[in-house]
């Protein structure tokens, strides 16, 4: 999955934070094509913040950001609305519009990015909620769903437009195990079958064991990246205190 593959994503030399605070310094890394890619770190290390300048909601103090060939600091105009177009994003809490559909939350984004006829919008929308398991659900509210099917039906939202990367925000926070699980599963499926980039931001140390092919991990202290790798590298042959408490789950003092 993506081990031989170019990079897709080449963050090179980034350094991110609000007004003068810093939050990360000097970050480099890349992230290669159709693998399952995970940013790890404690609370507060930054984790989601990188991801917001990945996606181009935030602009770093310094250093590129090459997302599939165009650098989504400096693109404007139509060169930044097609590279949008290439991503998708499901944040933390799905940030589903609450007063529509399933169908009419995915229709929204195709109403953006393309000049489709409704019908065409709507047998797409159908499509990418079969995709992630709610094919019956496209026209039940938000508010009735349960925490996982909002979870899959932000999934359906973000691949509306057949993205080539697909950014995660702690998919799993607030699931039981179960269906944690499932959604691992799904992830894991729609790498396989559509040959999607995932970034992944998360904690959650049985999710990173299920989807991830490499991951990096973030320090608070140190403001940058601390250890690469593979899952079961960092756990079993890190020689960095920390990283090895993270993923053996240990307190501090142990």
């Known amino acids: 999955m993506g081990s031989d593959a170019p990079p897709i994503i080449q963050v090179s030399d980034v350094t991110v934070g609000y007004d003068h605070h810093i939050v990360l310094k000097d970050v480099t890394f890349e992230v290669r094509a159709g693998e399952v890619f995970c940013i790890l770190g404690g609370s507060g290390c930054g984790k989601s913040t990188l991801l917001k300048h990945m996606i181009g909601l935030h602009r770093p ?9 165009t650098d989504i600091v400096t693109a ?5 609305r097609a590279l949008l177009g290439r991503i998708g994003v499901a944040y933390q809490n799905g940030a589903l519009f609450g007063s529509m559909s399933l ?13 489709l006829p409704r019908q065409a919008m709507q047998a797409i929308a159908r499509m990418k909620m079969k995709v992630v398991g709610l094919q019956d ?5 938000p508010s009735e769903l349960s925490g996982g099917m909002r979870k899959r039906a932000a999934i ?10 697909l950014f995660l925000d702690e998919p799993s926070a607030g699931l039981d195990p179960i269906t944690a699980a499932q959604l691992d599963e799904l992830i894991v499926e ?5 040959r999607i980039t995932f970034v992944i931001v998360t904690h959650e140390l049985a999710s990173i064991f299920a989807v991830a092919d490499r991951v ?3 320090d608070k202290e140190r403001q940058t990246i601390i250890a690469r790798g593979s899952p079961e590298e960092l756990r079993d042959r890190s020689d960095d205190p920390w990283v090895r408490q993270f993923f053996h789950r ?3 003092s142990a």
């Open 61 to 69: 103090m310094a250093g590129s950001i090459l997302v599939d060939g």
């Open 137 to 141: 659900a496209g026209d039940r509210m």
């Open 156 to 165: 359906a939202r973000a691949l509306a437009l057949d993205p080539k990367i």
């Open 250 to 252: 240990q307190s501090s």
């Open 190 to 194: 729609l790498s396989q079958t559509l």
């Open 216 to 218: 990096i991990m973030l």
């Open 76 to 80: 404007e105009g139509e060169e930044r």
């Open 103 to 115: 169908i009419e939350n995915i229709c929204m984004v195709l109403e953006e990015f393309t000049s």
